[in-house]
């Protein structure tokens, strides 16, 4: 079985600071997808980030990125220069071969942009 | 490109009704899926497809049947609708099921509530 644990329900941030949100996960393979999703209060899912679980380098995706620490299994997003726009409940996700390959979600972490 | 679009946005039932939600992608892709998403949850899967006429149960498939009769279609059907049934519900698809082509993009969603 695989599980992704978000243990920030709720935070605040400063316009154009940097924000880390925490996710954790638990699985027995060795291949494996991480994921993050947005999801802003218009209710839609939009994808930001993926990492690999044999990748070297930690994915950038303009102001995301992932900290990847395998051996801590931990896949934390960093979101650089907060904007107003970023106010939004944010998923992490995996998949794996343990689950058949099907998507995990954890609970959420939402964050809340300060002008 | 439209991606994923779902139909009805928005529906009420009284319990014991029936209904269709109907999710199209026009990305070409071979995997589908129906989440739900509760208050303060993350996404729960209902049921995916792994391609035409092709179709399994994912962690919460009770009450919830589905089709794929077309590749680009996946229908998602509530026999007789509970209260418990009201929910947010999601669409995704994906390219593949593993690497990183696997990411799912999600539709609209559509909120559902049953009375």
């Known amino acids: 079985a695989q599980k992704i644990t978000q243990t920030q329900p709720g935070m605040f941030v400063q316009e154009k600071e940097a924000v880390t949100l925490d996710c954790t996960y638990d699985t027995s393979d060795q291949s494996y997808g991480l994921f993050w999703y947005k999801q802003p209060s218009s209710g839609e899912m939009i994808f930001l980030i993926y990492q690999g679980s044999y990748d070297e380098q930690n994915a950038t995706e303009g102001r995301y990125s992932l900290n990847f620490q395998k051996a801590r299994k931990s896949a934390n997003l960093v979101i650089s220069a907060s904007q107003l726009g970023d106010s939004a409940m944010y998923f992490c996700?995996?998949?794996?071969?343990?689950?058949?390959?099907?998507?995990?979600f954890g609970g959420g972490t939402r964050v809340l942009v300060k002008p | 490109n439209a991606g994923v679009t779902q139909t009805p946005k928005f529906r009420v039932l009284k319990t014991g009704q029936s209904m269709t939600l109907l999710c199209a992608q026009d990305m070409n892709h071979e995997y589908m899926y129906w989440y739900r998403q509760d208050p303060g949850m993350g996404l729960r899967l209902i049921h995916y497809?792994?391609?035409?006429?092709?179709?399994a149960k994912g962690e919460v498939p009770d009450g919830y049947n589905v089709s794929r009769l077309k590749k680009q279609n996946f229908l998602l059907g509530l026999e007789s609708a509970a209260p418990s049934q009201t929910s947010v519900y999601f669409c995704?698809?994906?390219?593949?099921?593993?690497?990183?082509?696997?990411?799912?993009?999600f539709g609209p969603g559509t909120r559902l509530t049953v009375l």
């Open positions: 995704a698809s994906s390219l593949t099921r593993t690497g990183r082509t696997d990411t799912q993009y």
């Open positions: 996700a995996m998949r794996g071969r343990a689950a058949g390959n099907k998507l995990t």
């Open positions: 497809s792994v391609g035409e006429g092709t179709t």
